[in-house]
């Protein structure tokens, strides 16, 4: 029986006339039906040889990548397909093999076979095929992501607002966007309900992911992200929090990190290799005791993430080692009666064996990298008979700025009390390799910069 559409027109020499307009309409209705991009593409941390892409679809949808040396589409390869399914929120990660080493690669969508519209095709670079190679790097960071519900009106004492600062980052073209934790915020409400709990963690995800202001950067250069409290579970979370499994998996399904924890220790701790750069992401939840506990053996790290991240300094052969946390490492508190807020000060027992250890093993190159507290500064702790640590805690990214800030071993000049990201620049050759520090509002305005030279990071 034919259809009134195609019904309508003669036969005979409009036979073809009829077919067109019937695969027009086909398709029209196909194509008004069809998948398209809810969040993303986001490129993950690339190998010589190999990238992960994160996106998020807003219906079920086979997805592919169709990519390319920049500058030659001719040259274009094809991904395997990958099913974005209700499962996982509509979430995949498309793995892109056989890469060439220190090659600028363009990339576009494509969702059930039709382009995605981008608009501007999305880059990454592999890396080079010396893993310990020098290279011109930039990485931007930042902590404290707070999205208001729809209909994301912010008003002028909302705890999120400043939503430029994400185009502002992308403008400048990192090589890395390193998220420091907190890049989302579950509510209250979210754990409400017992039974809605989980779903309620996943909804929190792909609203916050969806977030319009958020594309243009995700879709610049490469992202990894470690975790805080508001990115795993409730204020002040800790590993009592009964759903941090799901926490865990939800975390896995929204980034594109190259690890996750070890077999039988489960956390989002990895290591990411960047030439002679190397971050050590470190998970400061999934095994961490109460702030405010007495025993003295308590722990925020626990004691194979401890181990692992000993071993993995112990064997890196980076010329700049940065470790990321979510919570402050170096800081203390401000008296022996004020706590201080959350960080490895409340530990003092775990944080004084590890700062033991390093001075013991004559670690180079460690700089400090942490989020949280709502405010920036570079903190520095002298340690006799070898180089100083130093640490630098960049936050926020859109939440509200902590009221009464109390930096503790804070380098003059260095408190930012509004929203804000962070740039870590490494340039200079073999030998005579630079750190470029520098904090800039959500307008681009820099706010302070400061140089730390490899050889100040070296054991006299």
């Known amino acids: 029986m034919r259809s009134a559409a195609c019904g309508a027109l003669p036969f005979g020499d409009c036979a073809l006339r009829r077919l067109a307009l019937c695969w027009l309409l ?17 490129a993950g941390p690339a190998t010589a040889t190999h990238v992960g892409v994160w996106l998020m679809t807003d219906a079920p949808a086979q997805v592919q990548l169709e990519y390319w040396p920049l500058g030659r589409p001719d040259a274009a390869q094809r991904s395997a397909p990958v099913v974005a399914s209700p499962q996982r929120g509509h979430t995949v990660r498309v793995e892109l093999g056989g890469l060439h080493a220190a090659t600028r690669y363009a990339y576009r969508v494509l969702l059930d076979g039709i382009p995605a519209e981008l608009g501007e095709e999305p880059v990454f670079t592999t890396a080079t095929a010396d893993p ?8 931007a960071t930042g902590s404290c992501n707070y999205v208001p519900d729809r209909p994301y009106e912010p008003t002028p004492n909302a705890f999120g607002a400043g939503f430029e600062i994400f185009d502002t980052i992308a403008a400048r073209r990192p090589d890395m966007m390193l998220w420091l934790g907190d890049s989302i915020y579950y509510r209250d409400a979210d754990f409400a309900e017992p039974d809605q709990v989980a779903a309620r963690m996943h909804a929190r995800w792909a609203a916050t992911r969806s977030f319009a202001p958020m594309q243009r950067l995700l879709r610049t250069g490469q992202h990894v992200a470690i975790w805080d409290d508001h990115d795993f579970g409730p204020d002040n979370s800790n590993r009592d929090f009964p759903l941090k499994a799901t926490a865990l ?6 980034w594109a990190n190259p690890g996750y924890g070890l077999p039988g220790e489960p956390g989002i701790f990895a290591r990411v290799p960047l030439g002679d750069v190397e971050l050590f992401l470190l998970d400061d939840r999934y095994h961490r005791d109460d702030d405010a506990g007495t025993d003295p053996a308590r722990t925020m790290l626990g004691a194979q993430q401890l181990e692992w991240l000993k071993g993995a300094l112990r064997r890196s052969q980076a010329t700049f080692k940065v470790v990321t946390n979510g919570s ?4 203390d508190r401000p008296s022996p009666e004020a706590r201080g ?19 013991a093993e004559r670690i180079d190159g460690v700089f400090f990298l942490s989020g949280d507290i709502h405010y920036t500064h ?12 130093t640490e630098l805690t960049c936050s926020p ?3 509200r700025v902590h009221p009464r800030p109390f930096p503790v071993r804070e380098v003059p000049g260095t408190l930012v009390t509004q929203r804000n990201f ?7 050759p073999a030998g005579a390799r630079l750190l470029r520090v520098a904090a800039w509002n959500a307008a681009g305005t820099r706010l302070w910069e400061k140089e730390i030279p490899a050889a100040r990071l070296r054991t006299p």
């Open 249 to 254: 998996a939800l975390f896995r399904d929204y």
């Open 378 to 389: 570079l903190t520095e702790r002298e340690r006799p008979g070898t180089y100083p640590l």
């Open 132 to 139: 310990t190679a020098p290279r011109e790097l930039m990485i």
């Open 341 to 359: 807020g959350e960080g490895w000060h409340n530990f003092p027992r775990e944080r004084q064996a590890f700062l033991d250890w390093l001075a």
């Open 26 to 42: 086909a398709l029209h209705a196909a194509v008004a039906g069809a998948a398209s991009l809810a969040g993303g593409p986001m």
């Open 422 to 428: 962070c740039t870590l620049e490494f340039s200079g």
């Open 328 to 331: 402050r490492m170096l800081s």
């Open 397 to 399: 990214l859109t939440a």
